[in-house]
């Protein structure tokens, strides 16, 4: 697990959950959710289960307890960050719930018992939801919310984050419309995206179908490819290979659809 400059000092665990697990997905939202938000984050686990990922979220109402809720019916583990001491849970009316995720997760808390119930630190925990996960997924939110604030955790982290486009008539589908906006987040319409993007389907490519892929390249396009040895950027990669950035443009989408790298935000590419 990375660690990073502002990670807490220490961590109360109350459960167990492995780890070691590849797969560690934190789901954040709104409070007031669609029912598009709900069954949208409901399926997108349903189908996520045969990866058998860890499902991170807040404990908050709305898309947060759909999440652990949904994780649990899908006999996954779940870990419940909370912006308070063990020794309390809020919102109260969750109590039902915490037999259920100690059974089959964990909550995790920096708070001592004894330290006061402040409102910020519902903020201050958003870094530690993302900061356990590979990948962050925002169902919905408005344009202001602690989801937004989980979201800039992972784009501050380097973490993979996805979002779900809504409608633009829909408050609760802005926050996430402006990350897209922004290239803080991937759009996401289907587990089908997160797993492409996350390179979950094949993560080790044999080495005589790679050979393969090397062979059926072009001569610029292998001069693409070879300059992807580490994460690059358009603009870079049409300096460093001497050719117009439409050009570059052009051999970049051949070579995903070769299936040789992959997009990422701010106009970034990498092998894939």
């Known amino acids: 697990m990375t660690f990073f400059a502002n990670a807490p000092l220490v961590l109360f665990q109350k459960g167990n959950v492995l780890w070691k697990n590849e797969h560690i997905v934190s789901i954040v939202g709104t409070r007031n959710p669609t029912s598009r938000g709900v069954d949208f984050c409901k399926q997108l686990i349903k189908e996520l289960a045969v990866y058998h990922p860890i499902i991170v979220s807040g ?107 809504g409608r633009i008539s829909d408050s609760q589908s802005k926050g996430c419309l402006n990350l897209i906006r922004k290239d803080k987040a991937w759009m996401i319409t289907s587990v089908a995206d997160l797993v492409y993007w996350m390179g979950w389907e094949s993560k080790i490519t044999p080495q005589n179908t790679q050979k393969e892929l090397l062979l059926s390249l072009t001569e610029e396009e292998k001069e693409i490819f070879n300059l992807l040895e580490n994460k690059n950027s358009l603009d870079n990669l049409a300096f460093q290979a001497k050719l117009p950035i439409s050009k570059v443009a052009v051999l970049l989408f051949q070579l995903e659809v070769k299936g040789c790298v992959r997009s990422m935000p701010g106009k970034h590419y990498e092998r894939f």
């Open 59 to 165: 404990f908050a109402k709305g898309i947060d307890v759909v999440a652990h809720k949904t994780a649990m019916e899908n006999n996954l583990e779940t870990v419940a960050c909370l912006g308070h001491g063990l020794n309390q849970i809020f919102p109260k009316e969750h109590q039902a719930y915490v037999d259920s995720i100690c059974k089959k997760g964990v909550f995790l808390s920096e708070f001592w018992s004894n330290s006061s119930f402040e409102k910020t630190n519902f903020l201050k925990r958003n870094r530690i939801i993302t900061g356990l996960s590979h990948a962050t997924v925002v169902i919905e939110s408005g344009v202001k919310g602690g989801s937004l604030v989980t979201a800039e955790h992972a784009h501050h982290y380097g973490r993979d984050v996805f979002t779900v486009p």
